[in-house]
């Protein structure tokens, strides 16, 4: 019974790795997931990328650390390397940001919204260009609680 529950678990962590290598995929064609570690059966049979791995990028000027869940391991690797990098390729929607995004409405759980970190964080330690500090104002990301991603003109509180 146990066994059941273990390769159950193994499948849905598969799959939310699954979902996470789309996504960085899309926030950039310079990033890509790196695997650790060998293959096991559950793997083989499912296709699915299950165990330890690794954001990626040969723009990084820090290395990220592999994770089981791979969602963890592109949050801290997109704090780390991506805020503010000039070498930054999007290539398309949905991307890392709905990654950011829920860690920050986890962690703001009065907020109705959750901004996008580089825009928050970076503008409050000072970080961002003066171009995107000129222009803040004009348009935010934002995750609705109902998980929609969605731009607006003003922030929202």
Known sequence: MSRDRDI?????????????KRLIHNWCRHASVQKFGGTGLIEME?????????????????SGMATWLLEESAVRFHDANCVGCPHRVPVGLPNLAILVAQRDTDHAPDSNYAHLSCDRYSYQAGRLPDSRR????????MLSRAGHFMVSSTRGT
């Open 46 to 62: 499912t296709g699915l990328p299950i165990g330890h791995h690794a954001m990626v990028c040969d723009f990084a000027p820090a």
């Open 134 to 141: 000129r222009n803040r104002h004009r348009g935010h990301f």
């Open 8 to 20: 159950e678990h193994a499948i849905r962590d598969g799959e939310r790795n699954r979902d996470a």
